[in-house]
């Protein structure tokens, strides 16, 4: 009997859980269609950023290490999303909502910290997944990069990317102090992903001792597995260092996200 009232207790504990973040999701979702800058940059840039490095794609022998144009563009529109659907538009969403008391008053309610810092990633979490579903689609029949070859290595990589793109945007967030800085303090984090992570560059085409330096940034886990995922090219032991790469940073961003997040205005 105390089983059975254990686990409906737990069941309505989830049940409420959910219905928090999903009204905290739909209200940020609200304030982020009211932000035009936010939604063009979210929206247009992961989708013409690509197109940009096409020229420099053309030029590298990326045949020759296994991977084709149409697949370095789509493993670029992807890191792409992560960065500016996710990370860019998150630092300044948690800003300003900091700066404006909401999160201080989210905090007197019942949501938990981890629900409300949730509930605000969600709107972005999910428009960076959502444009990873039509940019996979459209580059099949676009790009004619076919179905991918190891699908079991995308689902970790996308879900690493997104995780680690919204805690990093926490932790920048915790040391910005207003939302028109947002974009200054986002930049380094923002260059050295494009060029390091195998997204400008691909990896494959990077010197050894470079390319094994850039693969411990934060994005370059997910970037190597969802462009495996595509391609099928990845030894066991290049599968498990990613993987554990991508788990390591994970964790560190989630503490990072505990330990430094500043729900009080930086005045």
Not at 14 to 19: C, T
Not at 32 to 45: E, H, K, M, Q, W
Not at 48 to 61: E, I, K, S
Not at 122 to 145: D, F, K, N
Request: glycine share 10%; proline share 5%.
């Amino acid at each position: 009997m105390s089983g059975t009232v254990g686990t409906s207790a737990g069941r309505q504990l989830r049940s409420s859980a959910g219905r928090r973040l999903g009204a905290l999701g739909r209200a940020e979702l609200a304030l982020l269609g009211r932000n035009r800058g936010a939604v063009v940059t979210a929206l247009l840039v992961p989708l013409a950023l690509p197109f940009t490095v096409r020229g420099a794609y053309a030029r590298l022998d990326l045949k020759a290490h296994g991977v084709s144009a149409g697949i370095a563009m789509l493993t670029a529109a992807i890191g792409f999303s992560f960065l500016f659907a996710v990370y860019t538009a998150l630092v300044g969403a948690f800003v300003a909502r900091r700066e404006e008391l909401v999160l201080k008053r989210l905090r007197t309610g019942e949501l938990s910290d981890t629900e409300i810092l949730t509930g605000t990633a969600l709107p972005a979490v999910g428009l960076g997944l959502a444009q990873v579903l039509v940019l996979s689609v459209g580059c099949a029949l676009l790009l004619h990069t076919g179905p991918p070859k190891a699908p079991w290595l995308i689902l970790p990589g996308l879900l690493s990317g997104l995780v680690v793109s919204a805690a990093l945007a926490a932790v920048t967030a915790s040391f910005t102090r207003t939302t028109e800085s947002a974009q200054v303090t986002a930049l380094p984090l923002l260059l050295v992903s494009m060029l390091g992570s195998g997204i400008t560059v691909p990896a494959a085409a990077l010197p050894d001792r470079i390319a094994s330096l850039c693969a411990l940034l934060p994005l370059s886990p997910a970037i190597r597995l969802v462009e495996a995922g595509w391609t099928g090219r990845s030894s066991g032991p290049e599968t498990l260092a990613a993987l554990a790469t991508a788990l390591a940073w994970t964790v560190v961003a989630v503490f990072a996200v505990r330990r430094w997040f500043r729900w009080e205005p930086r005045r």
